[in-house]
């Protein structure tokens, strides 16, 4: 990877400031949504990695045709019965249309894979050429005094709603250095850095009330 695709990726992710606190891990800032989000280049990482897997899933799917409207046909049971049953075509089943489109459809999900690969490959050089980066990365670099909205207590203000408070601190709680840690805490600690637009009066109690929602949700779908 040359220097100057990184930066490229650094201005699609809309990195706007890059430091390392105290030698630890590489750290960013990213403007999203209006929002201002700190996270590591691993957290970077690990979500290309997921958007990665999810389109190794969908690729296996368009090559076993699953795209195509399916078969149908009928399998004998027990008893003599006949059991209907739908399949995925072949390849020598496909019509000409859908010959094209799944092409069509390999052809967009391998570049979003290589789009994601190349993710992981710009944060893997920033992780290994950080110091020799540096120049660079601090010339790029915008200030993040007076960027991000605070209210009058300094608190950063949270402006992607009450669902998206629960979902950061559920990605919060799965972080291997929270391993363990009460999810109340995490739920504190997030108002200790945000407060929520329009939302006064909302807690912690209820914002943790909100993830216990959220993830029995999950399970109950699981």
């Known amino acids: 990877m040359t220097e100057q695709q990184f930066i490229a990726i650094l201005d699609e992710l809309h990195v706007i400031h890059v ?4 030698g630890g891990k590489v750290t960013v800032v990213c403007r999203r949504d209006d929002q201002f989000v700190t996270c590591t280049v691993t957290d970077i990482k690990e979500e290309a990695n997921a958007v990665l897997a999810e389109l190794e899933d969908r690729k296996k ?29 072949r390849n020598d089943q496909l019509t000409v ?22 993710i992981i490959g710009g944060m893997n050089y920033l992780q290994v050429h ?10 790029r670099a915008i200030p993040l005094e ?3 909205k605070k209210d009058a207590g300094g608190r950063r203000i949270w ?17 291997p250095a929270n391993a363990g840690r009460p999810g109340i805490d995490i739920c504190r600690e997030f108002f200790a850095q945000y407060s929520l637009e329009d939302e ?23």
């Open 19 to 22: 430091t390392r606190p105290d």
């Open 61 to 89: 799917e368009i090559e076993e045709n699953q795209f195509a409207m399916p078969l149908e046909g009928e399998i004998a049971t027990a008893g003599d019965h006949l059991l209907r049953v739908r399949y995925a075509k």
């Open 97 to 118: 249309d859908e010959v094209a489109e799944k092409q069509r459809l390999l052809r967009q999900v391998t570049a979003d894979m290589a789009h994601q690969r190349m």
């Open 130 to 139: 950080y110091r020799e980066l540096q120049p660079r990365l601090m010339q």
């Open 146 to 148: 007076g960027l991000e």
């Open 159 to 175: 402006t992607r709603g009450i669902k998206s408070a629960a979902l950061y601190c559920i990605k919060e709680g799965e972080k």
């Open 200 to 222: 006064d009066g909302y807690t912690p109690e209820m914002l943790y009330r909100n993830v216990q929602q959220i993830l029995r949700l999950d399970r109950s779908e699981g």
